[in-house]
């Protein structure tokens, strides 16, 4: 692989830049150490208690939907960027067309059944 000029060009302006906002952090960032500053931070709440207290299984389950339907698109956006596009060099062959369309929506019919599922169950319900 040929590495272009624009792109020397560009990898030395990425770290140079790195190393110039991590030697300004070093040298021009204050030093003043205090109790505050030495606390752990978690999610903007202060630390108070212990920290295995329980915690609401719905966040986890909202989590876990959300990447299931995120990861979704990440199947979906590229069978929807060449399946139709007859012309694109490396594209879908046509004969295999109406195949990869029953398998997407078998795909979409899943993730459906998954989607209605967690709704019979009461994951969207915030009590």
């Known amino acids: 692989m040929e590495l272009n000029s ?7 302006v990425l770290v140079g830049f790195v190393a110039t906002n991590l030697l300004l952090a070093q040298f021009a960032g204050p030093r003043k150490r205090s109790k505050v500053k030495e606390m752990p931070y978690e999610s903007g709440m202060d630390p108070i208690g212990d ?3 329980p ?5 986890y389950i ?13 199947f979906l956006y590229p069978w929807a960027v060449t399946a139709y596009a007859d012309y694109i060099e490396g594209g879908l062959p046509i004969e295999l ?9 078998v795909f979409i019919a899943t993730l459906v059944i998954a989607y209605w599922y967690a709704w019979r169950k009461g994951v969207f319900r915030w009590r």
């Open 55 to 59: 915690f609401d299984v719905k966040f």
């Open 6 to 12: 624009p792109l020397l060009i560009y990898l030395a």
């Open 97 to 105: 067309s109406a195949t990869v369309f029953a398998v997407m929506l």
């Open 62 to 74: 909202v989590a876990i939907l959300f990447l299931v339907f995120d990861v979704e698109l990440l």
């Open 51 to 53: 920290a295995r207290q």
